[in-house]
């Protein structure tokens, strides 16, 4: 019981967004290791197991990149030189939608959605896959700079 006690206030505290992008990565690689192994999964379910405070920014950008997943990868493959976004781990995979993501519908300033991509990239990836990373995001930063002027 102290256990259960001591583990819920970890919780309890409020999250950086850094750690809540932290959590969407764990979610987004459980529900691409679901789809890709064949097993049924309820996506609200692993985002309680992964984040079991409820909180709107990890439901809005597990739903948003779910919902836009096929675009998302698209736009990756567009600027992943010879890759494709199936080539790359399921991590990275998931670091790079869920960038690539919010830079596209989030009000979160584009350098803040690069650095924190990036900084996920360093603890979880090889150096190659961080600076392909650095490099599709910065690409894509910039087709949005010059589309909206």
């Given at each position: ?24 990565m764990t979610i987004l ?92 990239a360093k603890q979880y ?25």
């Open positions: 019981m102290f256990y259960d006690k001591m583990f819920m206030g970890d919780f309890m505290k409020q999250l950086t967004r850094s750690e809540l992008r932290t959590n969407i690689y459980q529900i691409n290791i679901c789809k890709l192994y064949k097993i049924d999964y309820n996506v609200d379910d692993i985002i309680r197991t992964v984040n079991p405070i409820d909180n709107e920014f990890v439901k809005n950008m597990v739903y948003g990149v779910i919902t836009k997943i096929d675009e998302l990868d698209e736009l990756a493959n567009k600027y992943l030189n010879k890759w494709t976004i199936d080539r790359l781990g399921n991590t990275d995979q998931s670091i790079l939608r869920m960038a690539i993501y919010e830079l596209l519908y989030t009000d979160t300033p584009d350098i803040v959605v690069i650095n924190e991509a990036v900084d996920l990836s090889d150096d190659s896959v961080k600076n392909m990373i650095n490099g599709v995001l910065d690409k894509i930063y910039h087709d949005k700079v010059d589309k909206n002027g």
